[in-house]
């Protein structure tokens, strides 16, 4: 829980949660880092989307379907599109991640699903380019 205190956004599998947890239950995991001090707990679900918690919100994001070449890189890919989105809305700071809304919020995870779907359609852990998401 100490490195959880110092966790802004923690980006977990529902898979890597069993693993740790020994439990399935994503929910209660992620209320019990939010309790811990992490501002944002998204959850990635692979073909299922990604759910995210706040403080204050549960924002579920399905998954952009596409035609599966590979999986391999979409995790990452999901990391970056998150990250790139709240850098671009300018929310990429402590105060502001506390506080997002939840259509901020799932503006970024919009924009994260459909960076790691790009990724999946083709062979490769080949992410796509800032044109590809415009």
């Known amino acids: ?12 599998s529902d898979e890597d949660i069993e693993w740790i947890t020994g439990k399935r239950d994503f929910k209660a995991a992620a209320r019990k880092w939010l309790k811990a001090g992490a501002k944002i707990v998204v959850v990635t679900k692979g073909g299922d989307g990604l759910e ?41 700071d402590k105060k502001k991640l506390a506080a997002i809304t939840e259509s901020q919020l799932g503006a970024a995870l919009a924009f994260a699903a459909k960076a790691a779907a790009i990724t999946c359609s083709r062979p490769g852990a080949d992410p796509p380019w800032a044109k590809e998401l415009a």
């Open 1 to 12: 829980n100490r490195m959880i205190a110092m966790t802004d956004i923690l980006k977990i």
């Open 52 to 92: 995210a918690f706040t403080a204050h919100d549960h924002i579920v994001q399905p998954a952009v379907k596409v035609k599966v070449a590979d999986t391999v890189g979409a995790g990452d890919t999901i990391n970056a599109g998150l990250l790139a989105a709240l850098h671009k809305a300018r929310l990429l």
